[in-house]
């Protein structure tokens, strides 16, 4: 087996609190070039959530090809993601997923830095889910992701019985600063597309996830391409 370098963080197991903490979080990369801003939108776009793709390209895009062996996959199981990642400026970000049906068994989390693959967050616990919107929140689980890194996240609840659900996104945390109120449209213009789906969440304490806007949503998942899984 290929050995693989001690990351400079220590990796994240989940222990005798990781029911407590899995409640919790399932209820700094520098942007050289400057994002779109709403001057540079059509005017008919201004009044609505726009999603403007940055123009360095999503994090799958930056990928060269020796590393991007590792592409993220879904069937039933999706991240509320583009296929090819996205941004955040929120070193501890909370990323949001569908489980399209009841599932009761393990759920594996595996968090990749993808430039030199040490996993640098894992862990499996024992889970009993509802369908729906869950959080997986990063400050729960007390980890930041590190500035000038891309990150493949990945969650597996697969059961020999119930069969495969597998999904995985990418995820860069870039340094930028907002002047503007942070809403979805705002967020969503700049291309930070977790930030914005993130503004447009609520979570419980049960670990479910609520729309909170679902006009805004809608508008942001439909000009990004995006499914809607919880409309389906």
């Known amino acids: 087996m290929r050995k693989i370098r001690k990351p400079d963080c220590e990796p994240i197991r989940f222990g005798h609190v990781a029911i407590v903490v899995l409640g919790l979080f399932l209820a700094t990369f520098v942007v050289s070039a400057q994002p779109a801003t709403s001057e540079e939108l059509p005017k008919d776009a201004e009044d609505k959530v726009v999603f403007v793709p940055p ?25 509320l993601s583009p296929k090819a990642g996205g941004y955040t400026t929120n070193p501890q970000p909370t990323l949001y997923w569908f489980l399209p049906r009841p599932y009761r068994g393990t759920l594996n ?6 430039a030199t693959e040490p996993q640098v967050a894992n862990g499996t616990i024992t889970v009993d889910l509802s369908k ?3 959080a997986l929140n990063f400050s729960q689980m007390n980890f930041s992701l590190r500035s ?22 990418y995820v860069e945390v870039v340094d ?3 002047d503007e109120e942070k809403t979805i449209a705002s967020f969503a213009k700049r291309g930070l597309w977790f ?31 995006v499914a809607i899984p919880w409309t389906e």
Request: no cysteine; glycine share 10%.
């Open 109 to 114: 989390l595996v968090v990749t830095e993808v």
């Open 176 to 178: 930028l600063n907002l």
């Open 55 to 79: 123009p360095i390209g999503a994090p799958a895009d930056r990928i060269t090809a020796g590393t991007r062996s590792a592409q993220p996959s879904s069937n039933a199981l999706v991240f």
């Open 195 to 225: 930030d914005a789906v993130d503004a447009g969440m609520r979570t419980g304490h049960s670990g479910l996830a609520t729309v909170i806007d679902e006009e805004k949503m809608v508008e942001l998942f439909s000009s990004a391409g």
């Open 132 to 134: 729906g919107l869950y």
């Open 148 to 169: 000038g890194r891309i990150y493949l996240v990945a969650l597996d609840l697969s059961d020999a019985k119930q069969g495969p659900l597998q999904s995985s996104t």
